[in-house]
């Protein structure tokens, strides 16, 4: 058996000791690149439990016979960037181009409902000749064209995968960002064709690209961010898609865009963001990962981060990368196999996965569903009741908003389960409110207030968080995959809650909460055991902390 090789990290402390001390084998890979200090970073990357015998990451994975052993602290952490002005080009031109669509075409059916199905009677009407309609046919094709943006969400969140690897991060974005083009013209000219199967072509379409820009988004705004700024720039995200459905709400309006006949170019406004990212996004760079990792492109991958950080002096995140680079040569490309079996990657998905359901599940679709019912058992008018939705919609946003500060302040487990647990007690609120909101007006006034304080226990954290807490999780081989299968995950949620919801509302009535108080305190038990706290932790940290649970 060949002597292993000892690596000595440098003394950064200079406190006269190594500052971590890792044995590799003679012939193991990482020797024979012959470049000490990247083999240094490697060992580094793949750190493992200190207890002789324990198997690496890489042997975990491979099916090599000479693992990687560390002892030690974790290796030195990135340097804190600021926010610069190119850094923040290139996080608006990313965000609000994806992001927009992903809000917007889940708010604005609303407000025109009732038009287009009317607009649908008429044509299947002439279609028969001026033979009546039958309601249920009209309110059919209804929920077909609302339901298709989830079934295309679910496609594009699960393909996103394959199109980040194939395109990039930033290129992927571009690539989605032409479908908008195609479904902003489908919607648009549906009226002038008497077409309703164009809106639910558009938004199966336009569904494929917010579910991919749900994946990519999150993924190229964390490759491009600091460390010190991941969580609020992951925010962002959530952010964008909170504005846009209170512009969708806005747009709207019965005395704005919400008539007869301007509906089918609210529909079409998508084709804006979709221009904004066209004329923005490629002056950004790809995510210098992905040009080092999956490139090979060094020098462009430096340059680049040069580009985003504002500043040649970027050594320290380059040795970072080249680390993850040098480890990734020995370490076989995921599959989805080696994702659901190795407890280093299963770990973390099923966090991951965990924690979109909760999202989806948490009853923010039933508050919001219930809301203009609420205020107008409260004593609003329809218009009262609209404009105080158009309220609730300000507020999830001026809380998102306050939410990217918190969540680097205290961290993303600690705003999971203030989210959480707040909305788990509201519900119980609102729930035992509802049974008496007809008896007494101070009653429904409560059932008013709670509803806005669920918007704002929900947008704290449980809102944005998920979004891109699976970036946070996993390296840059796993990370493409795992996205995929979280947004997918999610997308499929959100069409299971909006296609249940009504039935289970119409045998319950407001008694449907109940079920949210049973998820929601099991939601909160979760994030307390098992979600770990990423703030200001590497990529390797995080990993440290799932190599030492799956040893216990």
């Known amino acids: 058996m060949p002597r292993p090789a000892m690596l000595y990290y440098d ?3 200079e406190d006269g000791s190594p500052d971590s001390v890792g044995f590799i084998e003679e012939d193991h890979p990482l020797q024979l690149h012959g470049n000490r200090e990247l083999a240094a970073q490697a ?8 207890r002789p015998g324990d198997a690496s990451f890489a042997s975990s994975t491979t099916d090599m016979d000479v693992p990687i052993y560390v002892r030690g602290p974790s290796s030195r952490s990135p340097g804190n960037r600021s926010l610069n002005g190119r850094l923040l080009f290139a996080i608006i031109a990313s965000a609000f181009g994806s992001a927009f669509q992903h809000g917007y075409n889940t708010g604005v059916v609303n407000a025109p409902q009732a038009l287009i199905e009317k607009w649908i009677s008429g044509v299947i009407s002439g279609r028969n000749d001026g033979k009546p309609t039958d309601q249920t046919q009209v309110t059919l094709i209804w929920a077909v064209a609302v339901s298709i943006f989830c079934v295309g969400g679910m496609v594009g969140g699960l393909s996103t995968g394959f199109v980040a690897e194939k395109f990039g991060r930033k290129g992927g974005l571009l690539v989605s960002n032409a479908l908008v083009i195609l479904s902003a013209a489908l919607q648009g000219v549906s009226k002038m064709y008497s077409s309703y199967e164009l809106i639910i072509i558009g938004r199966f379409i336009i569904g494929i690209n917010s579910g991919l820009n749900a994946g990519l988004t999150p993924m190229y705004l ?20 909170t504005i846009s459905i209170l512009i969708s709400q806005i747009l709207g309006l019965d005395y704005i865009l919400g008539t007869a006949e301007l509906w089918p170019v609210l529909l079409a406004l998508i084709i804006a963001p979709a221009i904004f990212m066209f004329a923005t ?6 995510s210098p990962k992905y040009t080092l990792i999956n490139k090979k492109k060094d020098i462009e991958a430096e340059r680049g981060l040069q580009w985003l950080r504002g500043t040649i002096e970027v050594h320290d995140e380059m040795d970072e990368m080249r680390a993850e680079n040098e480890a990734m040569k020995v370490i076989p490309k995921v599959t989805l196999r080696e994702m659901l ?30 809301s203009t019912k609420i205020f107008n058992m409260a004593g609003m008018s ?21 939410s990217l500060f918190l969540v680097e302040l205290t961290g993303r487990k600690t705003l999971l389960m203030i989210g959480f647990s707040s909305m788990f007690v509201v519900t119980v609120m609102l729930t035992i409110a509802l049974m008496f909101v007809n008896v007494s007006s101070i009653v429904s006034g409560l059932a008013v207030v709670l509803v806005m304080a669920f918007v704002i226990a929900f947008a704290v954290g449980p809102g944005s968080i ?6 946070e999780l996993f390296n840059s081989s796993a990370r493409p995959l795992a996205t995929s299968i979280a947004v ?23 008694n449907v909460f109940l079920i949210f108080v049973v998820l929601l305190a099991l939601f909160v038990l979760y994030v307390y055991k098992k979600v770990p706290e990423t703030k200001n932790k590497t990529l390797e940290e995080i990993q440290m902390g799932f190599r030492q649970e799956s040893y216990k």
Do not use: H
Not at 383 to 402: H, P
């Open 488 to 510: 997918g995950v999610n997308w499929t949620a959100n069409f299971v809650v909006g296609l249940g919801f009504l039935p289970l509302q119409e045998m319950l009535q407001s």
């Open 43 to 50: 060992v580094k990357l793949l750190q493992v439990p200190s």
């Open 11 to 13: 003394d950064e402390d």
């Open 341 to 370: 079996s190795n407890p280093m990657l299963k770990t973390p998905l099923g966090i991951s996965v965990m924690i979109m359901l909760c999202q989806q599940l948490s009853g923010i679709n039933a508050v919001m569903f219930f």
């Open 281 to 286: 996004l490629p002056f950004c760079p790809e």
């Open 222 to 241: 964390a490759e491009i961010s600091p460390m010190n700024l991941r969580g609020s720039v992951g925010t962002v995200y959530q952010l964008v898609v």
């Open 382 to 402: 329809n218009d009262g009741a609209k404009y105080a939705t158009l309220g609730m919609g300000s507020l999830n946003v001026i809380m998102t908003l306050i």
């Open 466 to 471: 998920p979004w891109f807490l699976v970036s």
